[in-house]
């Protein structure tokens, strides 16, 4: 099964940047709430939803991708329906992640020995 099409895949797509705690929970009643570094509601699966003033700032999937970074990257701009002209911004030097950052979305991936990371944020959910 292709991982965008996966119960995650369509989570990060359903809870979105400045979405409040209380709708948040009412779709998700069973997130956990963790607090460390910074204030979240995960599944214990690799997905979470990155809080602050009750708000959503980022949501985040973490997974297994035994394809290439050059694929998720491609498969990720398909499903969350990045625009043409974003650009992919690679980190260098290690070429193991990289972002696309338009209108005020800002999409975040990490492939790390098989570990994906995808997030996404937006500059107008919230001052951080």
């Known amino acids: 099964m292709h991982f965008f099409s996966s119960d995650h895949g ?3 797509r359903a809870v979105r940047p400045g979405d409040t705690l209380e709708s948040i929970r ?33 949501v985040r999937i973490k997974f297994q991708w035994d394809e290439s970074l050059d694929l998720l990257v491609h498969e990720a701009s398909i499903w969350f329906s990045v625009p043409d002209d974003a650009i992919w911004n690679p980190a260098f030097p290690d070429d193991s992640s990289g972002f696309w ?16 990371s995808v997030s996404v944020a937006s500059e107008g959910s919230i001052s951080i």
């Open 26 to 58: 009412a779709m998700m009643p069973g997130l956990q709430e963790v607090q460390g570094e910074q204030y979240a509601l995960v599944d214990g699966h690799g997905f979470s939803v990155l809080l602050k003033d009750g708000k959503a700032y980022a």
């Open 10 to 12: 369509v989570l990060i």
């Open 101 to 116: 950052e338009f209108s005020d979305t800002l999409i975040t991936i990490t492939l790390l020995e098989g570990e994906a």
